[in-house]
């Protein structure tokens, strides 16, 4: 399967599984999750939805309908937080934290512009959606079940969070630099630990909740330079 057309069908089948499976999760978790399921719902569409970057590196033939499906998600995404319909879909009292998955999207549209425009490449673009979908993902979770120290912009991040968000950004640009990319295993260490380094500590301090857009920036462009 191969073209815009079935890349667009692709991402529609991935958009619709991850929020599937986050509504089973939010709705009938509550007995093994309690009231952690809301944000194991909401990082089910972040760290599920950022495996589109397979579809867009083997399947899409243009970058122009995967910003046309980004934004179309991003203004889906803000009118159902507006209206509520998130919160209702996550088990969520409050629709604050849900505007991460607004963001989420136009920084990806904020990523292939930069692409266009001759900065970076495929491989850091991988780079930044793994890194940020799995990274900062499997950080929140961890952060919230394992007790640590506080640290970051108004101590709202763990040290727990911080150690998982660097060592799977880690991972995620070790594998796509070698996979992808054409670099020796050295050179890929270092890039993968520049951007680990660098994605955790935009993470931690990052003002507003905007480490979506933050974050994979960062790491977009150091992958793009190493």
Known sequence: MHGDAAGLFLSVLLIGLCLGLSFAVAKYGRKRLGESRSEVARKIVHIGVSNW??????????DLWPMVGLASFAVINAVMNISGGLSKLMAQDSTKRNWGLVQYPISIILLLLIKKMGFGD??????????????????????????SKTIGKNGKKTIAGSLTMAGV??????????????????????????????????????????????????????????
Request: net charge negative; with cysteine.
């Open 122 to 147: 495929i491989v850091a673009f991988g780079c930044a959606v793994l890194g940020m979908g799995y990274g900062d993902g499997l950080a929140s979770l961890v952060g919230r079940h394992v007790k």
């Open 169 to 226: 950004t880690f991972a995620a640009v070790l594998l796509m630099k070698i996979c992808y990319g054409n670099l020796a295993a050295s050179e890929a260490v270092l890039s993968a630990l520049a951007c680990s380094v660098a994605a955790t500590l935009v993470e931690a301090f990052t003002p507003f909740g905007l480490d979506n857009i933050s974050v994979p920036l960062t790491i977009y462009v150091i992958a793009g330079l190493l």
């Open 53 to 62: 970057f397979f579809i867009y590196a083997h399947v899409f033939e243009s």
